[in-house]
Nanobody
């Protein structure tokens, strides 16, 4: 079984910073990419940032220049450093991993349970 466990969500004032972490565990053959999505109340889930196994990254326009995604391959962990937070960043942040599990070796998308980020004005 594959599990993604997120941490780091909190209540923070506008202009502040937070760092989210997501660790993938279980029987994993390889990880193709990991990323962060968010969903605000009444809105669809949207991509925030994504990083591939080779280190290529992409970001939503709304967070470019403020958020940085990084990874620790040895720990199967992805991080999201969020600076200059705005009230509109308030959402539940979900970790996603596109990976190959053992023993099926069938590539699939896995999700964490979500962590709440609230930015007060």
């Amino acid at each position: 079984q594959v599990q993604l466990v997120e941490s780091g969500g909190d209540l923070v004032q506008a202009g502040g910073s937070l760092r989210l972490s997501c660790a993938a565990s279980g029987s994993i053959f390889s990880i193709n990419a990991m990323g962060w999505y968010r969903q605000a109340p009444g809105k669809q889930r949207e991509l925030v940032a994504r990083i591939t196994s080779s280190g290529n990254t992409n970001y939503a326009d709304a967070v470019k220049g403020r958020f940085t995604i990084s990874k620790d391959n040895a720990k199967n962990t992805v991080y999201l450093l969020m600076n200059s937070l705005k009230p509109e960043d308030t959402a539940v942040y979900y970790c996603n991993a596109n990976l190959v599990p053992i023993p099926t070796l069938r590539t699939g998308d896995y999700w964490g349970q979500g962590t709440q980020v609230t930015v007060s004005s």
